[in-house]
């Protein structure tokens, strides 16, 4: 099933193109405004009680003192890189509210059997609740493990719901829902497509595209994988992908984090203020309390939603922001990119300063107008010194980015203008080399399977497909 179901370029082009175009403009002032601004007045020399006054942090015993937060982001910076840590959190903290959550352990998570298993033992384990938010819940297969489970621990007790993107999973039959719902579990779409289906919570191109599973508020999943069927296999070893047609099979290529720590109350909050603010019928159950923790959790992790009732994106200026902090390295890995000029701007200018600035993009998509709209930016972005990338093997769905090493997110967010003013997004950003270790580590292995675009291969590029280029730029903001 594609991530972007072909009836919305049907039922919602025009409501999206005024919304993207209408939220663009704030989006757009970020560039010259706070996220730039911020950016530029950092010092090249940040000590770690200079970050410890900036920031809030919140530990397995509550919120820490000044001086325990001193104390973690020095143990953060002795895994190396600590004065670009320390910049990007001042950053940060300049423009926006920084609530970072300590004691976390964090695991990587690549493409969908490894997912889902983590997923499948950590509601096997569940005592207390399972809360599940996804774009799409399509009836395929694992969908239907995921329901036989789901039916089966709300049977021994645990609290189980799931909300669900109505437009995102248009495809998945009604009975599919009803079967979860006879079972006891409290299933709610989020703004339907019918405005007669909950009448007062309608808005066709307002969509909640982020995906969230929480197990007794202690284990937490977030990232781009939705509970579909092309995550029925890994994405390695496979041919070069040739014809559109290749982007519907089985073995997508993704990321998502698990999360066992503090930060996953904030994740679960994301979910239950959506279940809030949806109107859904029945009242999720009080939060679970959290279990202990082992004493190696170290992880630092920072939960960022956004909106369209935002009055700026959030993940975007984060995004904005950490690439103009850059003195290092950018590594960016996008299924979706058509970011509009304020976003070419920051990589531009960040590779001219000398940053080594990468990006993996798709070499096929199932949604072909935003590949050719992202493809549109590449000959400025060559010209500036940016070095891109297309995943030769497999539908690439993964929205990711490692920042001088120290600053890793992994989400739902894309690079483009639906996530940036039209969706609910989640992301996930934790601090430290030894994180953004294992993301470089995942960014290099699908380097050897991606082709490098270089100026003189660019150039060589037919007449038809810069039409597609020119033609897709001009509705950029839709996509």
Known sequence: MSARPAVFGLAAAGLALAAGLQSGCAIGALRSDEAAQAAAAVPARVSASAVARAVD????????????????????????GANQLNRHLLAMASFDEVDLFAHNQTTLLI?????????????????????????????????????????????????????????????????????????GVPTCAFNPVSPFKRPGY???????????????????????????????????????????????????????????????????????????????????????SAPALAPAAADVVRIVPSGPDDADSRIYAMLLNAIDTASRSVQLTMAYFAPGQEMVDAL??????????????????????????????????????????????????????VIDGVVSTVGSSNMDWRSFVANNEVNAVVFGENFGSAMDTVFQNDLRRSTEITPALWAQRPLAQRAKESLARLFERLW
């Not at 397995?60 to 143990?75: C, D, P």
């Open 111 to 183: 493409d969908g059997p490894s997912t889902f298993a983590a997923m499948f033992a950590a509601i096997e384990q569940a005592r207390q609740s399972v809360l599940l938010q996804s774009y799409i819940i399509e009836d395929a297969a694992i969908s239907q493990r995921l329901a036989e489970l789901l039916a089966r621990k709300r049977a021994q007790g645990v609290a189980v719901a799931v909300l669900y993107d109505d437009l995102g999973s248009i495809g998945t039959p009604r009975q599919f829902l009803q079967a979860l719902q006879a079972a």
């Open 57 to 80: 942090v919140t530990g397995r015993r509550g919120r820490l003192s000044a001086a325990q937060r001193e104390a973690l982001i020095q143990r953060i910076g002795a895994q190396g």
């Open 348 to 401: 531009c200018d960040a590779a001219r300063r000398g940053v080594d600035v990468r990006l993996i993009l798709p070499s096929i998509s199932d949604f072909a107008p935003v590949l050719h709209a992202g493809r549109s930016h590449y000959q400025r972005l060559l010209e500036a010194g940016v070095r891109l990338y297309e995943l030769d093997d497999a539908v690439l769905h993964a929205k990711t980015a």
């Open 202 to 288: 309608w808005g066709i191109s307002h969509r909640d595209h982020r995906k969230i599973l929480t197990v007794d508020r202690g284990t937490g999943f977030t990232g781009g994988i939705n509970i579909s069927a092309v995550y029925a296999s890994g994405s390695f070893g496979r041919a070069r992908l040739r014809t559109a047609s290749d982007a519907q099979r089985s073995g997508w290529r993704d990321t998502q984090v698990r999360l066992q720590g503090p930060a996953v109350a904030a994740l679960e909050d994301v979910m239950r203020k959506t279940w809030a603010d949806q109107g859904c019928r029945t009242p999720l159950p009080a939060p679970a």
